[in-house]
């Protein structure tokens, strides 16, 4: 019985409860044989909403990552794309904030790196939490202001962001960010990748320290360890899928084609090998490759829709809601839609120009094979791009696969590497000759061959080991690919090839010889002296071609070391270190051996944030000095203005910048009179908030610094009163009732002075 009764603790207000929730969920959590949603002691509108959008077994990262949360505990999650992670901190969310709260301010905050993810986990929400009476708000850049003003205004519980627009609305409305408990960084990489880390740094600052914070991504780099040890109080690091990144449902294929011949092999792919009720996806460099590919697909009848970041908000919104509920197939895309993006029924990704860095093409086919799904990733290698594929082929940690001559049905095909077929580029090429023959095909194409130059000098450079590896490889020499024909076209293949590689025996010298001509004898007599080694020759690098074929490209890493790993996180879960050798086998290990390469090297070096603004913030351009020391002086009085882009000194750009609460310089453009304004023109007023210190721990104090003063009568400030009392509306019946008085005498009037005008019709 003491037991018991220690469940039913009383309240402040002597209600029973908060513990009568927690015993039922502890008690429920006892039974862990079925393993679904209903042992996680969930409660019945977050489980009602759960089974309403189609759940019915969580998935392992969901399985994993709900319990810890609800246990109160920071978490940083690492699962792959697809596999269940925005549900798996929005479920917990509700359970935490249980109902809408009548006090003025937001309890939980999730900050997301591009407006579509953004949008789609308030779609998520929305949906999820439909039995739940909790109300939510979004906070993205390029929207009104003033929309997002007074949505804040309306006392939402959940806040969805892109850092950089909610820093703006902090520093415009002065809030106080002190009811928030529950912080989410969704694609975490994603948002420093971005530049976003000045924002998130200062956003973090303004946060209470008694809050819950997750951090979710698909990937962990050691910067965002260092983050995590931070902004994190003795958080739990929960690993999933990490030794593979891929989902085992997703194909990969890749073509080599020239970069004239891409057109044609994409066409290709989507009239010929693509079914017509598929969903497709396709990746572009730059958003002049999206414009000319939207004008392609175009003139040769394939309907399609398309997204870049210098897109109208607007349009962005309509094209990706036409790709969502398939008015068109195929969707258009630079690598703002890489990362977070759930299309439901995608089945195929083509890498129109194949990313400079590998996690971004990790991003990219994550788009596909999602929940369980199969989906095909397709990728048009030109040879400038080799280098890149072999660079995955590391982060991976797999072996690169060249296509054979001959394929049957039940090998298998996936990750192999293989030439175009010239059919193929033949077949199609009567129909770009049509459409470059149109002027605006022209002209976008000649802007998009521009564009790729700029773009490929601004690229990361591909590893070294990469580089050598391609030249070693001979493009020449790649069979077709078995996905793009049969026997016969592979044969057709073979003997075009036959044809431009043949080499006659005899040289010109040889050629209409005579008896009387000595060149025939000479030439007989250099064979003899040479062909011993030139037969020797080609022996060693075929041999030495068949060796690099064999071996592994790649070892299996991880993305952080054990060390780095335990010197941050005080628990671990990664069911996939479970693994154990198979007995019998020998175990060595050489203590006193220091290789000269990190074990994670390569993955680390695929993992790492080198965006273009960092770069660009270090970079220093002098003509004037030559010398060490003008060079380190320049470096220290100049950096680069991204807005401006010129090279401007510290001194003009800190007069620009204002400080804030916590030390930090920010842009002197996130703090205007944009608030005030909206204050005026919708009649808003506030008082100033006088016992700041008492109220700013409680836990609904989500203000703007003022709270809203109420008048004599009782009414608040700044809204009208729907509810009118007896006077009010005595006082609206006695001015109807004028107003009805005057229009009937103006009407007797009327017809007095029509009787005084026709006096003899009467008569």
Known sequence: MAERNKSFVEDEDGNFEVSVKKMVASHNRKKKKSGGFQVMGLSYPVYKGIMKKGYKVPTPIQRKAIPLILDGKDVVAMARTGSGKTAAFLVPMFEKLHGHSAKTGARALILSPTRELALQTLKFTKELGRFTDLKSAVILGGDRMDNQFSALHENPDVVIATPGRFLHVIMEMDLKLTSIEYVVFDEADRLFEMGFSEQLHEIISRLPEARQTLLFSATLPKSLVEFAKAGLNDPTLLRLDVDTKLSEQLKLAFFSARADDKNAVLLHLLQSVIKPTEQTMIFAATRHHVEFLKTLLALTSIPCSYV????????????????????????????????????????????????????????????????????????????????????????????????????????????????????????????????????????????????????????????????????????????????????????????????????????????????????????????????????????????????????????????????????????????????????????????????????????????????????????????????????????????????????????????????????????????????????????????????????????????????????????????????????????????????????????????????????????
Not at 496 to 503: A, T
Not at 673 to 694: I, P, R, S
């Open 308 to 763: 870049y970041s210098a897109l109208d908000q607007a349009a962005r919104k309509i094209n990706v809601a036409k790709f969502r509920k398939k008015k068109c197939m195929v969707l258009i895309t630079t690598d703002v839609a890489a990362r977070g993006i759930d299309i439901p029924m995608l089945d195929n990704v083509i890498n129109y120009n194949f990313p400079a860095q590998s996690k971004l093409f990790v991003h990219r086919v994550g788009r596909v094979a999602r929940a369980g799904r199969i989906g095909t990733a397709y990728s048009i290698i030109a040879p400038d791009e080799v280098a890149y594929m072999l660079d995955l082929c590391l982060f991976l940690g797999r072996p690169l696969k060249t296509a054979r001559e001959s394929y049957t049905e039940n090998d298998d095909k996936d990750f192999v590497y293989g030439r175009v077929p010239q059919d193929i580029i033949d077949e199609q090429e009567d129909t770009l000759r049509n459409i470059h023959q149109n002027t605006d095909a022209q002209s976008e194409h000649e802007t998009c061959t521009k564009a790729y130059k700029q773009y490929s000098k601004s690229r990361p450079a591909p590893s070294p080991e990469s580089v050598k590896r391609t030249k070693e490889m001979s493009l020449k020499a790649l069979n077709c690919h078995p996905l793009l024909g049969g026997v016969q076209e592979v044969a057709h293949a073979k003997f075009l090839d036959g044809v431009r590689s043949y080499k006659a025996k005899q040289t010109i010298f040889e050629i209409g010889a005579t008896s009387k001509t000595r060149s025939q004898d000479i030439m007989r007599l250099k064979r003899r002296k040479h062909g011993t080694v030139i037969e020797k020759n080609k022996q060693q690098m075929m041999k030495s071609h068949e060796d690099k074929n064999m071996e592994t490209r790649g070892s299996k890493v991880e993305e952080t070391t054990q060390d780095e790993i335990k010197s941050v996180f005080t628990t671990v879960m990664d069911p996939s270190r479970k693994t154990r050798r198979p007995k019998g086998l020998p175990q060595f290990r050489d203590e006193n051996y220091i290789p000269h390469r990190a074990p994670d090297h390569f993955s680390e070096r695929g993992l790492g944030i080198n965006s273009f603004q960092s770069q660009a913030e270090n970079a220093v351009l002098d003509l004037d000095a030559d010398e060490a020391v003008g060079l380190t002086r320049t470096q220290n009085n100049k950096r680069w203005d991204r807005k401006r882009k010129k090279f401007v000194g510290k001194e003009e750009n800190t007069k620009k910048r204002i400080k804030t609460e916590s030390g930090r310089w920010i842009p002197a453009s996130y703090k205007t009179t944009l608030y005030k304004d909206w204050l005026d023109k919708n009649a808003v007023k506030h008082q100033k908030n006088e016992d700041d210190n008492e109220d700013s721990n409680h836990p609904g104090t989500f203000r703007k610094g003022k709270k809203r003063g109420r008048r004599k009568d009782g009414r608040l400030e700044g809204r009208k009163n729907e509810l009118r009392n007896k006077e009010q509306i005595l006082k609206q019946r006695k001015r109807k009732q004028n107003i009805l008085e005057r229009q009937k005498k103006g009407r007797e009037k009327n017809i007095k002075k029509k009787q005084d005008r026709n006096p003899r019709r009467e008569r």
